[in-house]
T-cell receptor, first 112, second 114 residues
Framework: KAGVTQTPRYLIKTRGQQVTLSCSPI?????VSWYQQTPGQGLQFLFE?????QRNKGNFPGRFSGRQFSNSRSEMNVSTLELGDSALYLC?????WGDGYTFGSGTRLTVV | GDSVTQMEGPVTLSEEAFLTINCTYT??????LFWYVQYPGEGLQLLLK?????DKGSNKGFEATYRKETTSFHLEKGSVQVSDSAVYFC?????????????FGKGTKLSVKP
């Protein structure tokens, strides 16, 4: 079965711009979570969506937002990009709590 | 709050050596426990899991046992290969909130030399 698909794989943006990342979960998985991974901070939780509703939210500024569509696909948006937003953004889906996540390969965002 | 502590890396071993990566956690309730592995340039892959006390998760020669009394979930492999070189993350589940549904530590980088 198809895994979690993230697009694009790589992205280069300029400070001040905004960016949208996309995630298609495994078919049937209704929970989608997003993480930011950097060498300094490690894995940091951004938010989780379940059936189109944000269920949990990490400690990130309001420039980071997301949404989930009726087909469970999810997008995250970062506005007014800063150099510190350069990171690997990982999306993960799960069937239900306690099952663990299946991760995508990530989107590598570089802000210049 | 809920947290996880992994041994500091990097860990460097010779091929066929025995591997142990320690993991201890504090979590509310009765979490499920997971080990994830991340190869260079990739996302995380679920390596193994355990959902109740004394359960042993295993996969690809790796094992970990859910020890409720010591709140630990140490990862072991009897004979590592160069292809096992990666970063390993221990992750207990939690009940959501600002940490999400899994708590990730900083990971332990393993390098296996031929």
């Amino acid at each position: 079965k198809a895994g979690v698909t993230q697009t694009p794989r790589y992205l280069i943006k300029t400070r001040g711009q905004q960016v949208t990342l996309s995630c298609s979960p495994i078919s049937g998985h209704r929970s989608v979570s997003w993480y930011q991974q950097t060498p300094g901070q490690g894995l940091q939780f951004l938010f989780e969506y379940f059936s189109e509703t944000q269920r949990n939210k990490g400690n990130f500024p309001g420039r980071f937002s997301g949404r989930q569509f009726s087909n469970s696909r999810s997008e995250m948006n970062v506005s007014t990009l800063e150099l510190g937003d350069s990171a690997l953004y990982l999306c993960a889906s799960s069937l239900e709590w306690g099952d663990g996540y299946t991760f995508g390969s990530g989107t590598r965002l570089t802000v210049v | 709050g809920d947290s996880v502590t992994q041994m500091e890396g990097p860990v460097t071993l010779s091929e066929e050596a025995f591997l142990t990566i320690n993991c201890t956690y504090t979590a509310t309730g009765y979490p499920s426990l997971f080990w994830y592995v991340q190869y260079p340039g990739e996302g995380l892959q679920l390596l193994l899991k355990a959902t109740k006390a004394d359960d042993k998760g295993s996969n690809k020669g790796f094992e970990a046992t859910y020890r409720k009394e010591t709140t630990s979930f140490h990862l072991e492999k009897g004979s590592v290969q160069v292809s096992d070189s990666a970063v390993y993350f221990c992750a207990p589940s939690t009940y959501g909130g600002s940490q999400g549904n899994l708590i990730f530590g900083k990971g332990t980088k393993l390098s296996v030399k031929p």
